[in-house]
């Protein structure tokens, strides 16, 4: 069945296995090795600029290093979902609609911004090309709630730190793994570190991952729209002689999926055209999609005498998309609103500086001084066609953003800390653009008529920050208590619509607690947030184009927490978050009811609709009575748990199972139970893990119980993306 929750057969293999392996703790007397974990290990996060152990810092976040990212399977950025409370992560096409706690990004506008800000290595990632595999990973960490000091803008939902591997001058190192399953997947992973000198080393990393699509497309172009085939890889040089370092990383990342895979949303007008089951597709396009990364960022740093550290990120980046689709996804003809496709090309550039002054530690006082500056450029090109009539999008936005901000840590006691935090903003966008239509048509402008001008200007200032009492009741336990304020710029759609920025007020108590001689470590987070202006892509009559609006004010109130625990052998995780929130109604077109096709600008007054030339909106004008935020589930939690059995000769065997849920989430401010609501779903994976010395071998299985569910919404159409079935293979593995 499409969503829905887990079936009491699977629930009932999950708890067994669970159980089967508490059970093994009492039976198993597990010896110390060097294979073996028998007591949890610090989490380190470097989020707030300094290397800090989580359970210190006072923050609402989960943090994998590189071994709970493989026993969790995370592989790319949406897999998080199920291993991070409150976050989720739903297909949009162009864009991954990136939410925690129901904020971050809810439009697929060059104009939006996002509300989670992710970085790769330090370096803030525009949103489109995210969809790349991890690989040579350090650790993920995920910080919950706005961070308006030291992330600043693009962070009212929270932010998302992704680090690689440095280069290490200590020895040689690496690592090398080859993979195949199911669909023909076939994958290879490695990486190398080179210490040329004591004072100069040098990583290479690389991945290839390709598989077969999921998707059979009966169309006359047999489509191979879903499969993968990606590569990327990374070098990393460092030179540090004494108490400078310089470390440059470039990678480059190229991936081809055949086309987006998606069907027309049940519920919506090309609904009869769907055929067969969920993996059968119907397109009248030739479809293809492929995405390219570059990101380059080198970081200087100087440590002086008195433990001061001076810091310098710079960072480039170029990200582009080309993409041919099948808009209605079916193949209805024109008569009927059909036959519609588009070529899309999307090309982000962005050029950024960040300087950071850090104390250190010992005193009394600490603190961390930055200043930050990014520039985007960003080109969008999009034609599409219905029935062989043609309207070009051209839109091109220039940005520039820049940040002052401070955070100082003051000791008021031996056991209480009082933390402060400001950020000045200051952001800046113009843009160019028109919408076209009969291009190269008779009857028309050779280059098409004009029928909407997407330019415009905008800028604002803004302050965020927080303050905190952090208080230490012993070295096993940390209390905290915070308000923050955290904002998303605002913006234009065209010369005569603007939209404000996001604003939200996050009140936050949290306690972090080590239990049972560190065997045991504990999480809770309660917080209300107060919701200002939420961003949405809503259809703009001026122009017949999709265009962002500040929708309506919001509350959001919850709970988090999480559990870690490893007693010999066994270990176990799992993670829960309720969030209750509250969107105001709104009055917008609710695209929904539209026909399909381009129906160009509104009508003048008294003028009847003539698309694409124009058309009138006002019958398709609703009001609703709001609903929870979009993207919001109210319900999540993930569980996972193993248990390593020492084999002896410095082998062992650790089997492993994972759950998680996703509750149901709207996508579009209409509330329809039918066409704006992705419902819930669970998926259970697991993998067992043999290790001899430096070799592995793992089985694994990801959706063991084959759940057929919806993973997004397209937002430039009306159709729903799936998430991928069962799948199971084996991987193996060398580490020198």
Same mark, same amino acid.
Request: aromatic share 12%; charged share 20%; hydrophobic share 35%.
């Given at each position: ?168 001058? !200590? ?112 397109? !009248? ?19 002086? !005498? ?117 950020r000045y903003s200051r952001y800046e966008v113009e843009g160019a653009g028109v919408v076209l239509i009969g291009a190269g048509i008779p009857g028309f402008p050779p280059g098409g008529l004009e029928v909407a001008d997407l330019s415009g200007k905008y800028s604002e200032d803004m302050g965020t920050g927080k303050i905190a009492l952090n208080w230490k009741l012993d070295d096993d336990n940390l209390l905290y208590v915070f308000a923050a304020r955290g904002y998303k710029p605002g913006g234009f759609n065209s010369v005569d619509s603007h939209f404000d920025p996001e604003i939200v007020m996050n009140y936050e108590l949290g306690w972090k607690s080590t239990l049972a001689d560190g065997q045991l470590r504990t999480q809770i987070a309660l917080f209300y947030n107060d919701y200002s202006d939420f961003q949405f892509d809503v259809l703009e009559p001026i122009t017949g184009q999709g265009g962002i609006s500040n929708v309506a004010n919001a509350t959001i109130q919850g709970v988090e927490a999480q559990i870690q625990g490893q007693f010999g052998g066994f270990a176990f995780d799992a993670a829960v978050a309720y969030v209750d929130s509250d969107l105001d109604g709104f009055t917008f077109v609710n695209e929904r009811l539209l026909p399909a096709g381009n129906l160009g600008p509104q009508c ?133």
């Amino acid at each position: 069945m499409v969503g829905g929750s887990m079936s009491a057969t699977s629930r009932y293999l999950c708890l067994s296995v669970v159980a089967a392996l508490s059970q093994g703790v009492s039976a198993q007397d597990v010896s110390s090795g060097a294979t073996i974990d028998t007591v949890l290990q610090e989490v380190v996060v470097t989020a707030q600029r300094r290397v800090e152990n989580l359970q210190d810092v006072p923050i609402a976040a989960t943090a994998l290093d590189s071994r709970a990212l493989e026993s969790k399977q995370v592989l790319q950025l949406a897999d998080l979902q199920t291993a991070a409370p409150s976050l989720s992560i739903t297909n949009a096409g162009q864009t991954q609609s990136v939410n925690i706690r129901g904020i971050g990004l809810a439009s697929n506008s060059p104009n939006a911004t996002a509300g989670v800000a992710t970085y790769v290595d330090g370096l803030f990632q525009p949103p489109i090309v995210q969809f790349n595999s991890f690989y040579d990973l350090r650790s993920i960490e995920v910080l919950r709630g706005p961070q308006g000091t030291l992330v600043g803008t693009n962070s009212t939902g929270g932010a998302i730190f992704i680090n690689s591997n440095n280069p290490s001058v !200590d020895g040689y190192e690496g690592y090398a793994q080859l993979g195949f399953g199911n669909f023909d997947s076939i994958e290879a992973e490695g990486a190398l570190n080179v210490p040329l000198a004591d004072t100069f080393a040098v990583r290479l990393a690389g991945f290839h991952r390709q598989r077969d699509s999921f998707y059979s497309d009966v169309g006359p172009f047999n489509n191979s729209a879903g499969e993968l085939d990606e590569t990327g890889g990374r070098i990393g040089i460092l030179w540090k002689p004494g108490s400078f370092s310089a470390l440059a990383k470039v990678q480059l990342n190229d991936q081809e999926t055949g086309g987006y895979a998606y069907r027309p949303v049940r519920g919506t007008a090309f609904e009869s055209y769907r055929v067969g089951d969920i993996r059968t597709l119907a397109y !009248d396009v030739d479809t293809s999609h492929r995405e390219k990364a570059l990101i380059a960022g080198l970081t200087l740093e100087q440590e002086f !005498d008195n433990g001061i550290i001076l810091r310098s990120l710079s960072g480039y980046q170029h990200k582009r998309i080309y993409s041919v689709d099948d808009i209605d996804g079916t193949m209805a003809d024109v008569s009927v609103g059909g036959d519609v496709w588009w070529d899309y090309f999307a090309s982000e550039k962005q050029y950024s500086q960040e300087i950071n002054l850090i104390s250190p530690t010992a005193g009394t006082v600490d603190w961390i001084l930055g200043a930050y500056y990014q520039y985007n450029d960003i080109d969008v090109r999009i034609r599409e066609t219905q029935g062989g009539f043609p309207q070009d999008i051209l839109p091109k936005n220039k940005r520039d953003t820049f940040g002052l901000f401070a955070q100082v840590n003051v000791e008021l006691t031996d056991a209480l800390e009082l933390q402060v935090g400001a950020r000045y903003s200051r952001y800046e966008v113009e843009g160019a653009g028109v919408v076209l239509i009969g291009a190269g048509i008779p009857g028309f402008p050779p280059g098409g008529l004009e029928v909407a001008d997407l330019s415009g200007k905008y800028s604002e200032d803004m302050g965020t920050g927080k303050i905190a009492l952090n208080w230490k009741l012993d070295d096993d336990n940390l209390l905290y208590v915070f308000a923050a304020r955290g904002y998303k710029p605002g913006g234009f759609n065209s010369v005569d619509s603007h939209f404000d920025p996001e604003i939200v007020m996050n009140y936050e108590l949290g306690w972090k607690s080590t239990l049972a001689d560190g065997q045991l470590r504990t999480q809770i987070a309660l917080f209300y947030n107060d919701y200002s202006d939420f961003q949405f892509d809503v259809l703009e009559p001026i122009t017949g184009q999709g265009g962002i609006s500040n929708v309506a004010n919001a509350t959001i109130q919850g709970v988090e927490a999480q559990i870690q625990g490893q007693f010999g052998g066994f270990a176990f995780d799992a993670a829960v978050a309720y969030v209750d929130s509250d969107l105001d109604g709104f009055t917008f077109v609710n695209e929904r009811l539209l026909p399909a096709g381009n129906l160009g600008p509104q009508c003048p007054p008294g003028t009847p609709s003539n698309p694409p030339v124009c058309f009138d909106y006002s019958p398709f004008v609703v009001t609703t009575t709001g609903g929870p935020n979009l993207y919001s589930p109210e319900w999540t939690y993930n569980l996972g748990a193993e248990y390593a059995f020492d084999l002896g000769a410095d082998a062992s065997i650790t089997p492993r199972v994972n759950y998680a849920y996703m509750g149901p989430r709207y996508t579009y401010i209409a509330y329809s139970p039918v066409t704006d609501r992705i419902e819930s779903h669970g998926l259970l994976s697991a993998l067992v893990t043999f290790r001899k010395g430096a070799w592995t071998v793992t089985a694994y299985g990801t959706n063991l119980t084959d759940e057929e569910y919806v993973s997004g919404h397209a937002s430039a159409s009306r159709n729903e993306f799936y998430g991928p079935p069962r799948e199971y293979g084996l991987r193996i593995g060398y580490t020198f």
